[in-house]
């Protein structure tokens, strides 16, 4: 009897993904990186024509790609369970590029945590978080 209240709650933990999770998979536009608490500090520059992609094209675990400026870039995103996540095998080709790219190749492999809030996904790591707009 002991069995099926802990088979039950096995499948309870393995289902806790937010509801948001599902809002995930598309094409987003970097727009600005702030402080985890808010005040974007870093925007893309006006003279900048290139703009930094992140499609996601299933929930969790996913494969990603994406454009940052002049370098494209891939990986794995795998959830650690509530909003939880970590980016692993991530890759990048090494061409010479303005500020806006190397942002969010600097950060994205330390991403530790997402939130979706009015069609807008946030991409926590320490005490910053990369904001993104869903262009899709």
Avoid at 66 to 84: D, H, I
Wanted: charged content about 25%.
């Amino acid at each position: 009897m002991k069995l099926i209240p802990t088979f039950i709650l096995c499948l309870l933990m393995l289902s806790c993904e937010p509801e948001e999770a599902s809002q995930l998979p598309g094409k987003w536009k970097l727009v600005g990186i702030a402080s985890a608490e808010g005040g974007v500090f870093f925007k893309k520059p006006s003279d900048e024509k290139r703009e930094v992609i992140l499609n996601l094209p299933n929930p969790f675990p996913t494969e990603f790609t994406g454009k940052a400026a002049c370098n494209e870039f891939w990986g794995q995103l795998n959830s650690l369970g509530g909003r939880n996540i970590k980016v692993e095998r991530y890759g990048a080709t090494q061409i010479y590029c303005p500020s806006w790219g190397p942002a969010f190749e600097d950060r994205v492999h330390k991403v530790t945590r997402y939130e979706v809030k009015s069609g807008i996904l946030y991409l926590y790591l320490e005490d910053e978080r990369m904001i993104f707009l869903k262009v899709d």
